[in-house]
T-cell receptor, first 114, second 110 residues
């Protein structure tokens, strides 16, 4: 089984709808991240969490919110989706103490907002 | 702030050709450096990393050397295969998080 899973893998929705993307991990990592990928722009960080009680904004957090329900679960919400949020979304995790460098990515969620 | 610049793609090579993908960075201090690879339809996977100056990361025939003097971490492979076709991302570990380059799409023709 995959260590980092994302649901759904694909989603098509309409402008103004509320959308939740979910991420679960079995790696036992403390740190979790949400990125979006757009062609030619690489990955940009939306939010990150270093433990259940720690949530931080990334470089493009406007229009998004997150919830860290448990150490293993980190959800990303779009309260009112708009077309320029159409992108590929990735969840990632990393360890703790001396092993925080390497991030492990989920397979991604392709979101289309019409 | 921290930033990573990669050579622009797409890059198309023939099988068994030599590969170089350039990566330079701007950062405070001496960050860890990474190359990630994204195969079609998949998430990113760590390819290799280096944590200090002059370190060489290597994996699957790919290599990259951490060059502090030139702030570079170029990816090289001596003989590429069709299965190496993917998007490659250079990244650095800043104070709290990874900063990625824009990615380079590599296509290897048989």
């Amino acid at each position: 089984d995959a260590d980092v899973t994302q649901t759904p893998r694909n989603r098509i929705t309409k402008t103004g709808k509320r959308i939740m993307l979910e991420c679960s991990q079995t790696k036992g990592h403390d740190r979790m991240y949400w990125y979006r990928q757009d062609p030619g722009l690489g990955l940009r960080l939306i939010y990150y969490s270093f433990d259940v009680k720690d949530i931080n904004k990334g470089e493009i957090s406007d229009g998004y919110s997150v919830s860290r329900q448990a150490q293993a679960k980190f959800s990303l919400s779009l309260e009112s989706a708009i077309p320029n949020q159409t992108a590929l979304y990735f969840c990632a995790t990393s360890g703790f103490r001396g092993t925080t460098d390497t991030q492990y990515f989920g397979p991604g969620t392709r979101l289309t907002v019409l | 702030g921290d930033s990573v610049t990669q050579m622009e793609g797409p890059v198309t090579l023939s099988e068994e050709a030599f590969l170089t993908i350039n990566c330079t960075y701007t950062a405070t201090g001496y960050p860890s450096l990474f190359w990630y690879v994204q195969y079609p339809g998949e998430g990113l996977q760590l390819l290799l990393k280096a944590t200090k100056a002059d370190d060489k990361g290597s994996n699957k025939g790919f290599e990259a050397t951490y060059r502090k003097e030139t702030t570079s971490f170029h990816l090289e492979k001596g003989s590429v295969q069709v299965s190496d076709s993917a998007v490659y991302f250079c990244a650095l570990k800043g104070a709290q998080k990874l900063v990625f380059g824009q990615g380079t799409r590599l296509t290897i023709n048989p």
